[in-house]
């Protein structure tokens, strides 16, 4: 769900389940979203639920994970040759041109 719908679905149904002690609110696939009297407030709202999904996340051990190790991409670019210098194509049709 998407644009309008969404945001008339969660005016719909968040006062519906939403209680005093509510701050904000979690939308899959939207993100985290905070509330407050004033801007400071649901900012200070938004920096405690993402302390909250991190704790939780650490006690599940999900918070730090492996990759597999590789290189950067520009690491497999391999340079054949300088900058200057013409392509084999290029330095025939020029030579062809000089003749």
């Known amino acids: 769900m998407a644009g309008f719908d969404l945001a008339a679905h969660c005016a719909r149904e968040f006062p519906k389940q939403s209680t005093a002690r509510c701050i904000g609110m979690v939308l899959l696939s939207h993100g ?6 004033d801007a400071r407030e649901s900012y200070e709202r938004m920096i405690d639920l993402v302390s909250l999904a991190e704790e939780y996340l650490q006690k599940k051990q999900a918070w ?8 950067p991409a520009h690491a497999k670019r391999r340079r054949s040759r300088s900058c200057g210098e013409r392509s084999p194509t290029r330095r025939n049709a020029a030579d062809s041109q000089d003749k």
Do not use: E, R
């Open 32 to 37: 985290i979203f905070s509330f407050g009297a």
């Open 64 to 71: 730090h994970f492996k990759l597999p190790h590789t290189q």
